[in-house]
Every structure is written in C-alpha cells, then in structure tokens.
C-alpha cells in the first residue's frame, strides 16, 4: 500500500488546512487510517485515527474541537481538516494505514506510511 499525503502549508494562527491522503490499496476500505505528526527534536504522536467504515474514531486531546478526520473510501483517501490552527501544531503530518482496526492511536500498529506533508503555523 502507497500513501500520498498532500495539503500541508503555511498559515496564520487561526487559519486552516485539510490534509489529504490517497492510498493505492484496491482494499483501502480493509484499512484502519490514522494521522500523526512529528516536531523538530520530538516523537512522532498521534492525531486522529478512523476505522474503515468511519464508525470508530478517536482524536488526541489536541486535536478534540479543532480538527476532524474523515475518509471516502471511493476514492481511497483520509482526510484532516485542521480548525484554528496554533503556531504549536507546526510539524510533519504522516498519514498511516493498518490492516484491520484494533488500535487506532497506536503508532506500532500501523503497517504503512505516507511520506509526510509539512504544516507551519506563524503566530
């Protein structure tokens, strides 16, 4: 499975961004689909996960009320639409699949990786 993540940018604190997501995989709707997000000098963490059919998510506390994870499993692809975005979101967000649906904020348990789409949020 091939991840493609795109959307990231610069914006002001406040602004918005959604981040996308396609996958490769004919089966994309067998995958669990998480984000997760890397800081200079800090571990990668997670951001929100979705279960195949979008009916289990769950979102870190700092992502609850201002970002929303959504996919369309007709076109393969994950969203993160990211609300009023604070300068402390800037990081790398990577998209993530796994196989089945176990643990969607476990970063172990992901079997596949997106290259990483670049946020940057001036203050």
């Known amino acids: 499975v091939q991840l493609q993540a795109s959307g990231g940018g610069l914006v002001q604190a406040g602004g918005s961004l959604r981040l996308s997501c396609t996958a490769s995989?004919?089966?994309?709707?067998?995958?669990?689909m998480g984000w997760f997000r890397q800081a200079p000098g800090k571990e990668r963490e997670f951001v929100a996960g979705?279960?195949?059919?979008?009916?289990?998510?769950d979102y870190s506390d700092f992502a609850k009320g201002r970002f929303t994870i959504s996919r369309d499993n007709g076109k393969s692809t994950v969203y993160l639409q990211m609300n009023n975005l604070k300068p402390e979101d800037t990081s790398v967000y990577y998209c993530?699949?796994?196989?089945?649906?176990?643990?969607?904020?476990?970063?172990?348990?992901?079997?596949?990786w997106g290259q990483g789409t670049l946020v940057t949020v001036s203050s």
């Open positions: 993530a699949a796994q196989y089945g649906s176990s643990w969607l904020d476990n970063q172990y348990k992901y079997e596949y």
């Open positions: 995989a004919r089966t994309f709707s067998n995958y669990a």
């Open positions: 979705i279960t195949w059919n979008g009916g289990s998510i």
